[in-house]
């Protein structure tokens, strides 16, 4: 048993490494050290991997692959559970009397079951020709109209994006997720969701039964809590354990939920964040503007270039095409945009609550 816990340490180990060295190793702090040397290298081993897929494998590698973690997760919450189950709760029960703790106990992990289940085989809004129209409006500055999937070969509506993995557009599509190996788009968000609060729910309680027993030993041999675990008897180690791995855990996917929530106040998916930091970029040099009671093909807002000659030019945000050059400047009212926040609205944003019941698809 001790090996096999050994085992998901080393997992969790290096997976937190990994992680780190992708998210915080292109920081300037570690120029120059072998954690930089290591995310420079990145790139190319993605970029292999991604020609491998595409050449022998029809893209479809990683969602074959993709079923191994949600599979392997459950599989180690199983034996996590079982363990806890065998060894723990007997402790626990001499120690807690309340039939409550015993029924929320059972309630925590049938509710991670379901939700994972509920989050892996639900279809996130997948695009076919029959899907009726969107309700959202293309804004004209992230989603514009007339945009085919050149994959589908399907209209894409407001807020949709094709996932590569899966194969299909998704409806309001937000991320493809690796946990549950599914797209998280219009009609799943709340499976997602309820998935976040479920593993939330079993790590935050597991950290705290297990505390729970930890304490009580503290007080039955009076030594500190890492003697306890290290130092006395199985049970306490592998509570002790259990304890660790919740705790850590238990922060890290509260810290994406509360991600989560902060997009859903702010009116925008995991996938618009980079559009509207695109947006940002642009009127932070001053090169986007918008056509006053005008529009050209729908367009309503114009990005400014310099060409090589000299002449500047205002090119469209959805192909980059020249729509207004010297010759019919005259016919246009150009507005420079000096601000995302004042003279930019988020048409998605309609207020938390709202966000959230139009995210949970409860009409
Ligand atoms: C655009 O239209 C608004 C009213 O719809 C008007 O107040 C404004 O003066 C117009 N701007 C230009 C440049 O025509
Ligand atoms: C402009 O918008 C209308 C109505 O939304 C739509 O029918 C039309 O195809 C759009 N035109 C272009 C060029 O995108
Ligand atoms: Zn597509
Ligand atoms: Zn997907």
């Given at each position: 048993m001790i090996s096999l816990f050994s085992f998901i340490l080393v997992l969790c180990v290096v997976s937190g490494v990994v992680s780190a060295i992708v998210i915080f190793g292109d920081l300037p702090n570690f120029r120059g050290t072998p954690i930089h040397k290591l995310r420079l290298g990145l790139p190319s081993v993605v970029r292999l991997y991604k020609t491998t897929n595409e050449r022998y494998f029809n893209n479809k590698l990683q969602l074959w692959f993709g079923y191994t973690v949600p599979t392997a997760y459950m599989a180690v919450v199983t034996v996590c559970i079982y363990n806890f189950l065998v060894k723990t709760t007997p402790v626990l029960f001499t120690i807690v009397e309340s039939k409550l703790v015993r029924?929320?106990?059972?309630?925590?992990?049938?509710?991670?079951?379901?939700?994972?289940?509920?989050?892996?085989?639900?279809?996130?809004?997948?695009?076919?020709?029959?899907?009726?129209?969107?309700?959202?409006?293309?804004?004209?500055?992230?989603?514009?109209?007339?945009?085919?999937?050149?994959?589908?070969?399907?209209?894409?509506?407001?807020?949709?994006?094709?996932?590569?993995?899966?194969?299909?557009?998704?409806?309001?599509?937000?991320?493809?997720?690796?946990?549950i190996n599914n797209c998280v788009g219009y009609y799943n968000y709340k499976w997602f969701l309820l998935f976040l609060v479920a593993n939330i729910n079993l790590l935050g309680y597991g950290s705290y039964l297990c505390g729970t027993v930890l304490v009580s030993q503290k007080l039955r041999w009076g030594k500190s809590f890492w003697n306890i675990i290290v130092a006395t008897n199985a049970v306490n180690k592998i509570t002790g354990v259990f304890f660790l791995l919740c705790s850590i855990f238990v922060c890290i996917t509260t810290i994406f939920t509360a991600l989560h929530l902060r997009y859903l106040y702010l009116g925008v998916t995991t996938n618009e964040l980079d559009k509207w930091s695109d947006i940002e970029y642009l009127v932070r040099i001053g090169a986007l503007y918008e056509l006053e009671n005008n529009s050209i093909d729908n367009e309503t807002y114009v990005e400014k270039v310099t060409l090589q000659s000299g002449e500047d030019v205002f090119i469209s945000l959805k192909n980059n095409e020249i729509l207004i050059n010297r010759a019919n400047l005259p016919l246009y009212n150009l507005r420079k945009i000096e601000s995302v926040e004042r003279d930019l609205i988020n048409v998605y944003d309609r207020g938390f609550w709202n966000n959230l019941r139009e995210r949970i698809y409860i009409h």
């Open positions: 029924y929320y106990m059972y309630f925590t992990i049938a509710l991670v079951y379901l939700a994972t289940t509920l989050a892996v085989c639900s279809d996130p809004g997948k695009i076919t020709a029959n899907t009726e129209a969107s309700k959202f409006k293309n804004n004209q500055l992230i989603f514009f109209d007339n945009k085919m999937c050149s994959t589908c070969r399907v209209l894409k509506p407001a807020r949709s994006k094709h996932c590569s993995t899966c194969g299909h557009c998704v409806l309001l599509f937000d991320h493809h997720c690796v946990w």
